[in-house]
């Protein structure tokens, strides 16, 4: 019964709607994926899939010519007349045969050399001519996994086992999205999504969009993770190799060069391949080229292709690109995962000027039930056919959902899940209800336990219980966290409620109440795992604390688009604390310093007395020029890099045990990262702040700033950090002003050194500097490379730095492990 099911399913599938359809195939029958289809001079279009079966929409008999285009083969331009509707059209493709015969090879001007040229200088013209239309887009998009392990680092892989065969193989993922554009050069973009369908999730919404695909080779740029050099940028030739492998000539008689295009160097964010130019006017014919993960700085990804096709209309005389693919293969840890994503543009409307109010930050929107459309309406407005593979996985997957919301099966599922092993004490553990949609965790003690001179040897874990609403994205959470120091023979304890009350806004509300051992630095500059290993190694226990018990709620929410604030209570008992313990493993001749970090060798006298102070914070953040999508599950929020990031922020202490306590505290932020077209990029983080009647004011509401000691880097990138400044001797209850600065080439000067480019890192040049009253100003310069390590594993930097203040300080090496906060 199910093997007729999928056999009507199929069938239906093809052979609904299909106005006129067909296969194309090479002249020994082997079908074409991708080839481009299209009525002539109009802008209705559309592409084969991988099994060469096509459909376009044409809705009027009568006479008709279809176009079929593909790189590397002869265009064929087909006249019928259709009586009825659907017509079967099928077309057999002769392969392209290229000419060389009129070229004068000249080894002092490459013929290509100067194709390139023309394209180069006449690229602004060609481009303006779509610079402003709007159209139909309609993309597919789909993974694979083949032979997965069984076993990742001793941990089952078993969350993709219903969707794979025998071997192990089979599609991940599957979506399909129809939609509306509206599009200005360079980058003005307004979507909206008129279907959207994800195989297995009946309530899901498939991340394809036109934006985050929109490739175009008459930019400098093209925009991976690394802006990645067109083959026809203004400074292509520093970049590029060209060979003309032959010319040909398409159906309305325009010669058509076939250009090679080769790096100059393999290290550089390149591309390598093909691409199509069209004589006299110059524009983009086609493009087939691909590139290296490393080159784009993305070591998991193998091979990325991509393939753009034009076609022209000779009533308009504009060359538009209507079909495009991408192909990649990835793999990391024993995984390995492969992608074809198909993109149709079609019904093109270009237009002189849009007006003021067509684009606004809404550059993405979903139409009523757009995720609820049925078969018949996929049938009737997809452009591209299904292959067997993607029909029967949608069907089985449709099957599947429906199995794998009873609760009979949630049930089964979660029973497998739920059973606790005995180094679950030590890893943690969760029970999870995926029917009622809660789950119930201990943290485990692994990554809680430490050592500290004050606590000694120190046990952390928590324990929670959270409740998910996942098709309106909230939740609500109840936790606890439990802290034990074994040498201070002291449990300390806080338990946090958080409820976020939507996902347009982002309202979420914590209250938190209890006792809790803290950092003088509140941003927690020393992590755990690091702390221990200097203390107990090397008796340097740079962590300071003090005990904190307190009653917090803080509430924040996004008051219009881009502008969000954060408002908080806090009532808090501040206690001293001392050490209690001086063992270590080695170094034991060496004193450790006392738990005062303002009196490191003084170990009577407290850091501060203990007070009381209730707190009163308003934080507001300002992403200028933040674009943003809307879904029916929420509000999904873009930074725009053109513009910076701006905090601004008011504290008040008062009602303190003592009115010396209390005071008031004015701060400001700015946070920019811009992109230096193919130079890198340059990020800043500029701070300062003033503290007002605060001349007496507890050493726990001082402005501390993240400095380092280790010579161990915990972050990706140094914007919040002095690598070489001690912890606390710069922290100030006066004014302040705080820069820093990295530049990261992205490869820009790396990837040209010999030798030394085949490390594929970055360099990273650093400016930080701090200044606060009665005291001169204390500045780092560092230079160091990124990105090291071992083939797809790069989580490393290594950074020399040295330190001024009052003239030269000091200086150092500093090892950057990127995962290290991950520990705490």
């Given at each position: 019964m199910k093997k007729a099911y999928l056999f009507f399913f199929l069938l239906i599938s093809f052979a609904n709607y299909a106005q006129i359809r067909g296969t194309v195939s090479d002249e020994k029958g082997n079908p074409l994926p991708y080839v481009t289809i299209f009525a002539e001079n109009t802008y209705n279009g559309t592409t084969s899939n991988e099994q060469g079966k096509y459909n376009l929409n044409i809705k009027t008999t009568g006479k008709h010519i279809i176009v079929f285009q593909f790189l590397g083969f002869k265009t064929q331009k087909i006249t019928i007349t259709a009586e009825t509707l659907p017509y079967t059209l099928d077309v057999k493709m002769p392969e392209e045969s290229f000419s060389l015969n009129e070229v004068v090879i000249n080894p002092k001007d490459n013929p290509a050399n100067g194709i390139i040229r023309n394209a180069i200088a006449n690229k602004k013209e060609n481009s303006d001519k779509t610079a402003?239309?709007?159209a139909d887009f309609?993309?597919?998009?789909?993974?694979?996994?083949?032979?997965?392990?069984?076993?990742?680092?001793g941990q089952k892989l078993d969350m993709f086992d219903d969707m794979l065969d025998s071997t192990r193989s089979g599609i991940l993922y599957l979506s399909e999205t129809v939609s509306k554009i509206t599009f200005q050069k360079p980058d003005k973009m307004k979507e909206t999504i008129i279907a959207s369908k994800v195989s297995g999730n009946d309530n899901g919404f498939s991340f394809n969009n036109a934006a985050s695909v929109n490739f175009d080779f008459y930019d400098n740029y093209l925009p991976f993770d690394v802006n990645v050099i067109s083959p026809i940028a203004d400074n292509a030739f520093n970049y590029y190799k060209y060979k003309l492998e032959g010319t040909f000539f398409d159906d309305n008689n325009n010669q058509i060069n076939k250009i090679k295009v080769t790096p100059r160097r393999a290290t550089e964010p390149v591309m390598e391949g093909y691409l199509y130019i069209v004589e006299d006017s110059w524009a983009i014919y086609g493009v087939d080229c691909n590139i290296k993960g490393d080159q784009m700085q993305s070591p998991a990804i193998n091979i990325f292709t991509l393939k753009q096709n034009f076609s022209y209309n000779t009533a308009t005389k504009i060359w538009v690109k209507n079909t495009q693919t991408i192909d990649f293969k990835a793999g990391i840890l024993g995984i390995n995962v492969s992608g074809k994503f198909t993109y149709v543009y079609s019904n093109f409307e270009f237009e002189p000027q849009f007006d003021k109010k067509t684009f606004t930050r809404e550059v993405l929107s979903f139409q009523e039930n757009a995720n609820k459309k049925d078969n018949d309406f996929w049938n009737t407005i997809r452009p591209v056919p299904l292959t067997n593979e993607e029909t029967t996985d949608y069907l089985k997957k449709d099957i599947l959902q429906t199995k794998k919301k009873s609760q009979v099966y949630l049930d089964s599922i979660d029973k497998k899940g739920n059973k606790f092993g005995v180094f679950d004490i030590i890893t943690g553990y969760t029970y999870k209800n995926s029917f009622k949609k809660w789950s119930a965790s201990y943290d485990g003690i692994l990554l809680g336990t430490g050592f500290n001179t004050v606590q000694g040897t120190r046990l952390n874990t928590g324990l929670s219980f959270t409740k998910r609403d996942e098709e309106k994205r909230t939740f609500s959470r109840i936790s606890s966290d439990f802290d034990y120091g074994f040498t201070e023979k002291k449990l300390r304890a806080y338990v946090t409620y958080a409820h976020k009350f939507n996902n347009m806004n982002q309202s979420e509300i914590t209250i938190s109440a209890g006792s809790s051992i803290r950092q003088f630095n509140s941003s927690n500059p020393i992590v755990t795992i690091l702390n221990?290993?200097?203390?107990?190694?090397?008796?340097?226990?740079f962590i300071k604390l003090y005990e904190r018990n307190f009653a917090n709620v803080s509430f924040g929410r996004e008051i219009v688009n881009g502008l969000f604030l954060n408002s908080s209570l806090d009532y808090s008992e501040r206690k001293p604390l001392f050490n209690l313990t001086d063992h270590t493993i080695f170094q034991k001749d060496k004193l450790y310093t006392s738990n005062n970090p303002q009196a490191p060798y003084d170990y009577v006298t407290p850091a501060f007395e203990k007070h009381n102070l209730i707190k009163a914070t308003l934080q507001a953040r300002i992403n200028f020029g933040q674009e943003y999508w809307t879904r029916p599950d929420g509000k999904f929020n873009l930074?725009?890099?053109?513009?910076?990031?701006?905090?601004?922020?008011?504290?008040?202490?008062?009602a303190g045990s003592e009115k010396k306590y209390e005071f008031d505290h004015l701060n400001t932020r700015l946070y920019y990262d811009v992109t230096l077209g193919n130079k890198g990029n340059l990020g800043m983080n500029l701070k300062a702040g003033k503290f007002f009647n605060a001349d007496a004011i507890s050493f726990v509401d001082y402005k501390h700033f993240n400095g380092n000691q280790t010579h161990i880097g915990q972050t990706e990138r140094y914007l919040n950090v002095f690598n070489l400044m001690p912890y606390y001797?710069?922290?100030t209850n006066d004014s302040y002003i705080e820069a820093h600065m990295e530049h990261n080439d992205k490869g820009y000067i790396m990837n040209k050194i010999p030798l030394l480019n085949k490390l594929k890192s970055t360099l990273i040049l650093g400016f930080h500097t701090l200044a606060v009253p009665n005291t001169k100003p204390y500045s780092e310069f560092s230079v160091g490379l990124d990105d090291l390590g071992f083939g797809k594993y790069r989580m490393f930097r290594l950074d020399y730095v040295r330190s001024y203040q009052n003239g030269y300080q000091g200086?150092?090496?500093?090892?950057?492990i990127k995962f290290l906060n991950a520990f705490e």
């Open positions: 402003r239309y709007k309609y993309s597919r998009g789909i993974f694979r996994i083949k032979d997965a392990p069984k076993k990742i680092l221990s290993i200097t203390t107990l190694a090397f008796k340097s226990n930074r725009n890099d053109k513009y910076p990031t701006l905090f601004f922020g008011y504290e008040k202490g008062f001797t710069n922290s200086d150092g090496v500093v090892f950057g």
